[in-house]
């Protein structure tokens, strides 16, 4: 876990905005995969476009918080045929709980 990397990705209002959309996504995005031509298990994933629609910014800045969010190990991908689907990395969120819980 690189603290450093993921305080610069939650620096930003948006970006820590997904990761709490993304905390329950069947709350806060439509269903997704609907348009996959067989169903798969999307593990709770959300497709860019749906990300992109509820952030209300350019699919290139979409694009580049959600790379940025993966780098820093926050999010977890999967492409399906020709979307990608980001899922929230809970694992690294729990370790960065315990960091702040013993080390901050």
């Known amino acids: 876990m690189d603290i450093i ?3 610069k990705a939650l ?3 948006t970006r820590l905005n997904i990761l709490r959309w ?3 996504p069947h709350t806060n995005f439509p ?3 609907g348009s996959l031509g ?3 298990d999307l593990k709770g ?3 860019v476009s749906s990300i992109q629609e509820k952030a209300g910014a350019s699919q290139s800045t979409i694009s580049n918080y959600l790379t940025m969010l ?3 190990g926050l999010l977890l991908s999967e492409r399906h045929e020709k979307w990608t689907y980001y899922r929230r990395n809970e694992s690294v969120i729990q370790e960065l709980a315990m960091y702040i819980k013993n080390e901050l």
């Open 38 to 40: 067989t169903p798969v």
């Open 45 to 47: 994933g959300v497709c």
């Open 70 to 72: 993966q780098d820093a």
């Open 5 to 7: 990397e993921i305080a």
């Open 11 to 13: 620096s930003n209002e």
């Open 31 to 33: 269903p997704q995969g």
């Open 22 to 24: 993304l905390k329950d």
